[in-house]
């Protein structure tokens, strides 16, 4: 979604309000897949010299996979943010690139719900996860594991890490 904010460079100091619908492409985060559906962008955007500022309400919903069961899960994401257009800015460290009389808003929304996504997702408080040993769903399945074998699995990680490849 492309601003064109040629008012605003020509009247610097004054604020134009905007709104948005910006869709951002799925992504792998730190191994995970996460998606957003199309968010909203509400707020202005400022002229000063060459460069504008953009300061916007984002909001939407997220969804990735629980960090213990690997089950979708969707839930509301929002941020207040504010970023610095100018021309030849590198992406990154609040400052996007200006193209002519243009923004694109699309990297300054994802960079700014990523900042927000909470540390893992998981579907319920109390997921109870995958079986260690056979990788059931324990929400789901009772799996015929002997319960009470309590001495650490010190092969339950890499057991994890192979379901996950497998899950991709
Ligand atoms: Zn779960
Ligand atoms: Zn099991």
Redesign the pocket.
């Known amino acids: 979604m492309r601003l064109n904010v040629s008012t605003a460079l020509a009247n610097p100091g004054q604020s134009y309000p905007f709104q948005a619908e910006i869709l951002i492409p799925p992504m792998v985060v730190l191994d995970d897949p996460v998606s957003f559906s199309p968010v909203r962008c509400e707020g202005e955007y400022v002229g000063s010299g060459s460069a504008v500022t953009v300061r916007a309400h984002i909001e939407g919903k997220v969804t990735s996979r629980c960090a213990k069961c690997l089950e979708p899960v969707t839930q509301d994401i929002s941020c207040q943010a504010d970023a610095l257009f100018t021309p030849g800015a590198r992406e990154g460290e609040d400052e996007y690139p200006l193209e002519g009389y243009q923004v694109d808003l699309m990297p300054y929304a994802r960079e700014a719900l990523l900042l927000e996504l909470p540390m893992r997702f998981l579907c319920s408080e109390d997921c109870k996860g995958?079986?260690?040993?056979?990788?059931?769903n324990?929400n789901t399945?009772r799996?015929?594991?002997r319960e009470g074998d309590t001495k650490p699995n010190p092969f339950a990680a890499l057991s994890e890490l192979r379901i996950e490849d497998e899950e991709v």
């Open positions: 995958l079986c260690p040993h056979c990788g059931a324990l399945t799996c015929s594991c």
